[in-house]
């Protein structure tokens, strides 16, 4: 089992930043890609960006060049770097790792960012 626990979270004015960042724990070693997602009051969840233990990151189209998804295999963390925030960016994001020998999906508990025009 991996548990998941995510800080950093709060309140910030259109065009701040703020850093998440997702403290893994437990069965360390299973896990393979760590991502953060993120979900909107009324909205479903969705990808915000992922990375790789190599490092290899994607993004999703809404958040490439403004956020910044790092990983810190040392720490067991994995970090969100967010700047140039927006309102429609406010979210509780969650931190997801996936276990690379049998493909669970494990998840922290969020972290609610909201951003004030």
């Known amino acids: 089992q991996v548990q998941l626990v995510e800080s950093g979270g709060g309140l910030v004015q259109a065009g701040g930043s703020l850093r998440l960042s997702c403290v893994a724990s437990g069965s360390i070693n299973s896990i393979a890609t760590m991502a953060w997602y993120r979900q909107a009051p009324g909205k479903q969840r969705e990808l915000v960006a992922t990375?790789?233990?190599?490092?290899?990151?994607h993004y999703s189209d809404r958040v490439q060049a403004q956020f910044t998804i790092s990983r810190d295999n040392a720490k067991n963390t994995v970090y969100l770097q967010m700047n140039s925030l927006k309102p429609e960016d406010t979210a509780v994001y969650y931190c997801n790792a996936i276990n690379r020998w049998s493909g669970d999906n494990y998840w922290g508990q969020g972290t609610q960012v909201t951003v004030s025009s």
């Open positions: 990375i790789t233990r190599g490092g290899m990151t």
